[in-house]
């Protein structure tokens, strides 16, 4: 099996931020409909998604299906019927399970971050992370100076989203979030692994799996 530190990273998702309430959407169309295709053809016929124009309904639906196709039914399911945290945090997980720099960037830079009580995020933790990826991944480094910062600022606007940063100083200050139990059960069930996302240290993972 192929190593995955060197499966290419997904960094076409700046299409779309995490966008919960239209995740929702999303999710609530393929829940009652029982099939992707079906439940891309319903949003965009309706607009649900409330674009525009069809180009940007398109690119949106995608990335948000894309995205959502990753979770299981139970995961789909709360974010599909709940509110506030709980609709954020499967967004969040239908995110960094899709988004593997995304991922990386939680569960390496944020949890370590917290572990050394510094939770001040700053731009050259982000530029060294992005430097250390890039000699392992070409196609981090054949990106354009705007594409570097688009990047980074849809990565950042997930994470203020997620709850997961609170602007201020440097970029915002990391804070790890009480996960309400029916959303640790899904997660737990689906794989605990997905908890480093969401900044759990791993002596906590290891007591959940």
Same mark, same amino acid.
């Given at each position: 099996?192929?190593?995955?530190?060197?499966?290419?990273?997904?960094?076409?998702?700046?299409?779309?931020? +995490?966008?919960?309430?239209?995740?929702?959407?999303?999710?609530?169309? #393929?829940?009652?409909?029982?099939?992707?295709? $079906? $439940?891309?053809?319903?949003?965009?016929?309706?607009? &649900?998604?409330?674009?525009?124009?069809?180009?940007?309904?398109?690119? +949106?639906? @995608?990335? +948000? @299906?894309?995205?959502?196709?990753?979770?299981?039914?139970?995961?789909?399911?709360?974010?599909?019927?709940?509110?506030?945290?709980?609709?954020?945090?499967? &967004?969040?997980?239908? &995110?960094?399970?899709?988004? /593997?720099?995304? #991922?990386?960037?939680?569960?390496?830079?944020?949890?370590? /971050?917290?572990?050394?009580?510094?939770?001040? +995020?700053?731009?050259?933790?982000?530029?060294?992370?992005?430097?250390? /990826?890039?000699?392992?991944?070409?196609?981090?480094?054949?990106?354009? $100076?705007?594409?570097?910062?688009?990047?980074?600022?849809?990565?950042?606007?997930?994470?203020?989203?997620?709850?997961?940063?609170?602007?201020?100083?440097?970029?915002?200050?990391?804070?790890?979030?009480?996960?309400?139990? /029916? %959303?640790?059960?899904?997660?737990?069930?689906?794989?605990?692994?997905?908890? &480093?996302?969401?900044? #759990?240290?791993?002596?906590?993972?290891? %007591?959940?799996?």
């Amino acid at each position: 099996m192929a190593d995955t530190e060197q499966l290419p990273y997904n960094v076409g998702f700046t299409a779309a931020s +995490l966008r919960p309430e239209l995740a929702r959407v999303v999710a609530g169309s #393929f829940l009652r409909l029982g099939d992707w295709e $079906a $439940a891309k053809e319903h949003v965009l016929s309706s607009n &649900a998604l409330q674009c525009r124009n069809a180009s940007s309904a398109i690119r +949106l639906e @995608r990335e +948000l @299906r894309q995205r959502l196709e990753c979770l299981t039914e139970e995961e789909l399911t709360i974010l599909s019927t709940s509110t506030g945290d709980m609709r954020n945090a499967m &967004a969040w997980l239908s &995110a960094i399970k899709r988004i /593997k720099f995304i #991922f990386d960037f939680a569960s390496e830079v944020l949890r370590a /971050k917290l572990e050394l009580h510094d939770p001040v +995020l700053r731009r050259s933790d982000y530029d060294a992370y992005f430097e250390t /990826k890039s000699l392992t991944h070409r196609e981090l480094q054949g990106l354009a $100076a705007s594409s570097r910062s688009k990047l980074r600022q849809v990565l950042l606007l997930m994470l203020v989203e997620a709850e997961l940063l609170v602007p201020g100083t440097g970029l915002g200050t990391i804070r790890r979030n009480v996960l309400a139990p /029916k %959303v640790l059960h899904a997660i737990v069930d689906d794989d605990p692994r997905w908890l &480093a996302g969401f900044l #759990f240290p791993d002596r906590e993972i290891g %007591v959940l799996r």
